[in-house]
């Protein structure tokens, strides 16, 4: 299922992925340690992005790190989109039995929200760049 050749080669596929993966890693990590800490401490409701804003941005992060490792052809990464997504939903679901985790249905929402924003970056970036185009060392084009 995976091309054991694509994981060696270096596009710009692969590298957009890879930069959307640390973009939205660091907007993560700022969402967690200045926007919702300020949002808190200044009592501003903002339909609970500071309180999913880890799920939100976060699964993009995951997501695109994942497809940055494997570069994937189109369908492999759909299925991975649809496979990465539900199973941190049921991971979100498992904290309803640890001691120290809250589940919450807002972080769910969130998670699906950013599969399906995923899967629109990652459609958006088949339909801009074609196959040949984001793929120079494929076999047509090694020769």
Do not use: C
């Not at 050749?5 to 939205?24: G, H, Q, S, W």
Request: charged share 20%.
């Amino acid at each position: 299922m995976i091309d054991k050749n694509r994981i060696f080669i270096i596009d710009n596929k692969r590298i957009a992925f890879f930069l959307i993966f640390v973009f939205t890693f660091f907007l993560t990590e700022i969402g967690r340690r200045i926007y919702r800490p300020y949002i808190y401490s200044n009592d501003i409701f903002d339909y609970w992005i500071a309180d999913t804003i880890g799920n939100l941005t976060g699964t993009i992060a995951i997501i695109f790190f994942e497809l940055s490792i494997i570069n994937p052809k189109r369908r492999l990464g759909r299925i991975l989109i649809f496979l990465i997504t539900p199973g941190l939903i049921v991971y979100e679901l498992l904290q309803y039995f640890s001691p120290r985790s809250i589940l919450d249905w807002r972080d769910m929402i969130a998670t699906l929200i950013a599969g399906l924003i995923s899967w629109g970056i990652y459609e958006f970036l088949f339909k801009k760049l074609k196959e040949n185009q984001i793929t120079p060392h494929n076999s047509t084009h090694a020769q």
